[in-house]
């Protein structure tokens, strides 16, 4: 009933930027925050960044003054800017929101991951 699908992810030298891009699509009644987390083999899912419907913000602390998150509520879309990557943010990325489709109640809906990958 909603699907997110994220884009953007891929290689990149440390000091370097990528964007990631998810985008929420079905039949969707209301969205609200929206984030991204990330996980590596062996240790759980972490929260990276996380935006509500009216732009508040929140970060995990090992990303603040180097990921921006943001989203465009006309195209169900957020957004991930990645600057200044470290191999230590290497991980798959996941896409989150809380969503009310058609007919069906809140729930916390999963993107599929997109690898990110940051080389020394």
């Known amino acids: 009933q909603v699907q997110l699908v994220e884009s953007g992810g891929g290689l990149v030298q440390a000091g370097g930027s990528l964007r990631l891009s998810c985008a929420a699509s079905?039949?969707?009644?209301?969205?609200?925050?929206m984030g991204w987390y990330r996980q590596v083999p062996g240790k759980q899912r972490e929260l990276v960044a996380r935006?509500?419907?009216?732009?508040?913000?929140n970060y995990a602390d090992s990303v603040k003054g180097r990921f921006t998150i943001s989203r465009d509520n006309a195209k169900n879309t957020v957004y991930l800017q990645m600057n200044s990557l470290k191999p230590e943010d290497t991980a798959v990325y996941y896409c989150?929101?809380?969503?009310?489709?058609?007919?069906?109640?809140?729930?916390?809906?999963w993107g599929q991951g997109t690898q990110v990958t940051v080389s020394s």
């Open positions: 935006i509500s419907r009216d732009g508040r913000t």
């Open positions: 079905g039949r969707i009644l209301s969205l609200n925050a």
């Open positions: 989150n929101a809380d969503a009310q489709p058609l007919g069906g109640n809140w729930a916390q809906h």
